[in-house]
């Protein structure tokens, strides 16, 4: 069952970070250390699986390799870049009775200001591009038949997808969702197109 959080006080991240004392988004990386573990991780995972074949000729020391890069990569946008980033987390609770909640939070109000225009762009980008990187290599592996690097590739696709997907209904917030989202989308732009050969003919 997924749920959003139905809490519409501010999200308190981190108690050190509510001191706001300039509202204005700056391009200054606030924290820099963030920003590239952010990357890191990530990218050292594409590297290493596009160039495992120079690096090693064990399989196995490249699969453990990506996977542990992967994981370090999940953990650290999951609990640490997304906070620190743009204010978003994301979470799963079990409940008393067993039933599986998700929970996803982003920061309101004066506190959303913490973040840089220039982190949200790293952020983003980093998170969007990988996975579609991923997408690419579970391709490129079914097609050239290297089935023994299938396994690898489905494990950064959904490690990689489920932060994106986390962090998406977290900046989509409770008001919508996912589907309705596109939707409209879609919708605003087929009225566009209709609108503009009304107005050519």
């Not at 991780?41 to 495992?52: E, P, T």
């Not at 973040?115 to 592996?141: K, Y």
């Amino acid at each position: 069952m997924m749920r959003l959080d139905s809490n519409d006080d501010d999200v308190s991240l981190f108690d050190a970070e509510e001191n706001t004392g300039s509202k204005s988004k700056s391009t200054k990386i606030k924290h820099p250390v963030a920003s590239f573990f952010h990357l890191f991780f990530r990218v050292a995972a594409v590297l290493v699986y596009l160039l495992c074949e120079v690096l090693s000729s064990s399989f196995i020391a490249c699969m453990v390799t990506i996977i542990l890069l992967l994981s370090c990569d999940f953990w650290t946008v999951k609990n640490i870049t997304g906070r620190l980033m743009v204010g978003l987390r994301w979470w799963n609770q079990v409940d008393d009775d067993g039933k599986s909640h998700w929970v996803f939070e982003s920061r309101k109000g004066p506190a959303k200001q913490l973040g840089s225009d220039s982190e949200s762009r790293i952020f983003w980008l980093g998170l969007v591009v990988c996975p579609v990187l991923w997408v690419i290599f579970v391709f490129s592996a079914l097609f050239s038949f290297k089935i023994k690097w299938l396994a690898v590739v489905i494990m950064g696709l959904v490690l990689q997808g489920a932060n994106l997907y986390g962090y998406v209904r977290c900046k989509v917030g409770n008001k919508t969702n996912l589907k309705n989202m596109a939707t409209n989308y879609f919708g605003r732009q087929f009225l566009k197109q209709a609108m503009a050969k009304e107005e050519e003919s």
